[in-house]
């Protein structure tokens, strides 16, 4: 039983460039979490989706970050017009549904750095 | 807003040794879970050990145990017979029943000495 996916495990990025983080869930889960861990931080909730709808994005920044869960498909992050304060690990987490929303399973992150 | 408080940066044990990690949270909330991570250099996010509010019983995972005060709102966890593979950063996390997301600590670095 596969456990969450995230790929690429490491991205670099010129400023200005484009960078799409993607995440496949464990399967039978269809909740998606994204986290930023800055160097040195803990980790920062971005956005939460379901399959088709995102469900609280109160942790996105308002600008150049996108996020969606389309119904076929893994979940992608994307990033426009990345600048360096952008580098960090980003983490995608899994949970089978909103009622067991405290029980998620985190993939092993991607890298971005920005250069 | 819930928060979650780490105050130990760093922290030293000897092999085979038991030390403790504090973490201190607020929350308004009745029901919520509270978590212990362990980060290794690897970057990979292991659940070490959980915690239901409303279960009284400290929870326990082989050498990790925690003491939860919910009146003082503290949860430190204990290792007991540290190990060099429990080197790594570890984070007190929280979720709550109102929302959705995990609230981190900033993590406690654990050097274990042979």
């Known amino acids: 039983n596969a456990g969450v996916m995230q790929n690429p495990r490491h991205l670099v990025r010129r400023r200005g460039q484009e960078a799409r983080l993607r995440c496949s869930p464990m399967k039978g889960h269809s909740h998606v979490y994204w986290y930023r861990q800055l160097p040195e931080e803990g980790l920062k909730f971005m956005v939460y989706l379901q399959k088709e709808n995102i469900i609280d994005e109160s942790g996105m920044p308002k600008e150049r970050f996108s996020a969606e869960f389309p119904k076929e498909g893994p979940s992608i992050l994307r990033i426009q017009q990345v600048v360096r304060g952008d580098s960090a690990a980003y983490f995608c987490?899994?949970?089978?549904?909103?009622?067991?929303?405290?029980?998620?399973?985190f993939g092993p992150g991607t890298r971005l750095t920005v250069t | 807003a819930q928060t979650v408080t780490q105050s130990q940066p760093e922290m030293s044990v000897q092999e085979a040794e038991t030390v403790t990690l504090s973490c201190t949270y607020d929350t308004s909330e009745s029901d919520y879970y509270l978590f212990w991570y362990k980060q290794p250099p690897s970057r990979q996010m292991i659940l070490v050990i959980r915690q239901e509010a409303y279960k009284q019983q400290n929870a326990t995972e082989n050498r990790f145990s925690v003491n939860f005060q919910k009146a003082a709102k503290s949860f430190s966890l204990k290792i007991s017979d540290s190990q060099l593979g429990d080197a790594a950063m570890y984070f007190c996390?929280?979720?709550?029943?109102?929302?959705?997301?995990?609230?981190f600590g900033t993590g406690t670095r654990l050097a274990v000495r042979p």
């Open positions: 987490a899994s949970s089978p549904g909103s009622a067991s929303s405290y029980e998620q399973y």
């Open positions: 996390a929280y979720w709550g029943s109102s929302g959705d997301k995990l609230t």
